[in-house]
């Protein structure tokens, strides 16, 4: 679903991100860690043609589309609806005046997305695949906690079709607990809705209960690429151990 070689992104003079591989394909998790300016975020934002005022080169494929050649109409088309991308606050994008049902059914249309049974049931239906209340359609966006507000995001990737998920830091804003509960929904989808994962976190601790494989990023570099469970039992490079130790 996702595939990228040889990226780079670079600001002026500085590359920012480098790299080399990274697959994602159905029903996987794929997680990019390290600390804060190491280049993740940018890497996320490549993979969906969004780092304007960058220079971009290397291969990027996601759901079948040349990213880094699409034309823009293209690149809006999968954006919308095959490949979802989940920010940090998505309350903060919420405009606070609409109710959430509102808001819904307005990308919906968009996109027009109807749904076999209506576009209400489709609405509740993707309410209950993130554990939400349908009764939640009814609020408005400061009604809602923060971990609803990322649910909801979720939901609303999903009832317009989202094949791939990318998530930049997307427990980050949220208590612990909450943090479980969207991991344990991201977790589900991949596994019931064969769902692909690009998850961007500096919490090792939380990547490690979802992700397939890992890459460490540092500088812009990836220092470390591999399984999970072998990055994080037997982590080759010096970095990927200075990130486990400072774990609690
Ligand atoms: P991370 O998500 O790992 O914290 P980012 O990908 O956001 O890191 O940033 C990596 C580096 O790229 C940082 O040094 C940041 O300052 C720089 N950077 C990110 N976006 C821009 C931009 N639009 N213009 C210039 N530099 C940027
Ligand atoms: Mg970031």
């Given at each position: 679903m996702i595939?990228?070689?040889?990226?780079?992104?670079?600001?002026?003079?500085?590359?920012?991100?480098?790299?080399?591989?990274?697959d994602v394909g159905a029903g996987e998790c794929v997680a990019?860690?390290?600390?804060?300016?190491?280049?993740?975020?940018?890497?996320?934002?490549?993979?969906?043609?969004?780092?304007?005022?960058?220079?971009?080169?290397?291969?990027?494929?996601?759901c079948?589309?040349?990213?880094?050649?699409?034309?823009?109409?293209?690149?809006?088309?999968?954006?919308?609806?095959k490949a979802a991308?989940v920010?940090?606050?998505?309350?903060?994008?919420?405009?606070?005046?609409?109710?959430?049902?509102?808001?819904?059914?307005?990308?919906?249309?968009?996109?027009?997305?109807?749904?076999?049974?209506?576009?209400?049931?489709?609405?509740?239906?993707a309410?209950?695949a993130v554990m939400?209340?349908?009764?939640?359609?009814?609020?408005?966006?400061?009604?809602?906690?923060?971990?609803?507000?990322q649910r909801?995001a979720i939901a609303?990737a999903i009832?317009?079709g989202a094949e791939v998920i990318l998530a930049?830091?997307p427990t980050?804003?949220?208590?612990?607990?909450?943090?479980a509960e969207v991991v344990g929904v991201l977790r589900r989808l991949r596994e019931e809705r064969g769902l692909a994962l690009l998850i961007v976190s500096?919490?090792?601790?939380l990547v490690s209960t979802i992700a397939d494989r890992v890459?460490?990023?540092?500088?812009?570099?990836?220092?470390?690429?591999?399984p999970a469970?072998?990055?994080?039992?037997?982590?080759?490079?010096?970095?990927?151990?200075?990130?486990?130790?400072?774990?609690?």
């Open positions: 595939s990228i070689r040889d990226l780079r992104v670079a600001y002026g003079p500085r590359v920012v991100a480098h790299v080399p591989a990274l990019i860690v390290g600390e804060s300016g190491s280049g993740k975020s940018t890497t996320l934002l490549a993979a969906l043609g969004l780092t304007e005022g960058a220079t971009v080169s290397g291969e990027v494929s996601v079948g589309v040349d990213v880094l050649r699409a034309r823009p109409r293209a690149l809006r088309a999968i954006r919308g609806s991308l920010i940090q606050s998505p309350q903060a994008a919420l405009s606070p005046t609409t109710r959430l049902g509102v808001l819904m059914r307005r990308a919906l249309k968009l996109h027009g997305v109807t749904g076999p049974g209506g576009i209400e049931r489709l609405m509740a239906q309410c209950e939400l209340d349908p009764m939640i359609l009814r609020r408005y966006p400061h009604e809602i906690s923060g971990g609803q507000a909801f609303l009832a317009l930049d830091e980050s804003a949220l208590d612990v607990t909450v943090q500096h919490d090792l601790a890459l460490v990023m540092k500088d812009g570099q990836v220092v470390e690429a591999g469970e072998q990055v994080f039992t037997r982590p080759g490079h010096p970095y990927t151990r200075e990130l486990l130790e400072a774990l609690p």
